[in-house]
């Protein structure tokens, strides 16, 4: 069975530093590329960033492109995200995912909750 | 950036009811060389993660139920429930993964009327 279990959320003061983990279990973590996807309360889906099963490509969304970056750790099976200078509107419900071979996301983890707060 | 609009916003059903609700992109989904339509559909509770229901437009996921139905091509997609049931009250959202950035539509809530 398919887990994406994130971690790493809190409350942080503007401007500040953040560093999310999701750890995959239940597939081969290295064939898959993976993605972020965030949720501010009480709104919609918004796409952050993907990153390739090797890492070769690495895409991100203009909201967070030169503030975050997409990594991964293919021995430790861990997907992560660095969130740098971040702001009021980065305060969201973050969500690791991953496609199935339709391509839909078909799995997702049930969150980690990021406040940018002072 | 293609922009996914979904309508209506909310929608107000009673049991048993025929649904229809709407999302349109601002450019073609489908990819001249398969056919293929790259558009899918969630359903999210409250309290819950999104949940895939339908991939490339019509493809119904595993354990979805067949009162699900996806339809459309190129810009105009459509999903169906063809007789809402209690436990399809939610908020369904589609998205594009035709291309970086993929977006989603900012989502249509069904509600008891």
């Known amino acids: 069975e398919v887990q994406l279990v994130e971690s790493g959320g809190g409350l942080v003061q503007p401007g500040r530093s953040l560093k999310l983990s999701c750890l995959a279990s239940g597939f081969t973590f290295s064939n898959y590329g993976m993605n972020w996807i965030r949720q501010a309360p009480g709104k919609g889906l918004e796409w952050v960033a993907s990153?390739?099963?090797?890492?070769?490509?690495?895409y991100y969304a203009d909201t967070v492109k030169g503030r975050f970056t997409i990594s991964r750790d293919n021995a430790k099976n861990t997907l992560y995200l660095q969130m740098t200078s971040l702001r009021s509107e980065d305060t969201a419900l973050y969500y690791c995912?991953?496609?199935?071979?339709?391509?839909?996301?078909?799995?997702w983890g049930q969150g980690t909750l990021v406040t940018v707060s002072s | 950036d293609i922009v996914m609009t979904q309508t209506p916003s909310s929608q107000a059903v009673s049991a048993g009811e025929k649904v229809t609700m709407s999302c349109k992109s601002s450019?073609?989904?489908?990819?001249?060389?398969?056919?293929?339509?790259?558009l899918a559909w969630y359903q999210q509770k409250p309290g819950q993660s999104p949940k895939l229901l339908i991939s490339w437009a019509s493809t119904r996921e595993s354990g979805v139920p067949d009162r699900f139905i996806g339809s459309g091509s190129g810009t105009d997609f459509t999903l169906t429930i063809s007789s809402v049931q209690a436990e399809d009250l939610a908020v369904y959202y589609c998205e594009q993964y035709y291309d970086t950035p993929y977006t989603f539509g900012a989502g249509t809530k069904l509600e008891l009327k």
């Open positions: 990153i390739s099963s090797s890492s070769s490509y690495i």
């Open positions: 450019q073609s989904l489908l990819y001249s060389e398969n056919k293929k339509n790259y």
């Open positions: 995912a991953r496609r199935n071979n339709n391509y839909g996301f078909a799995y």
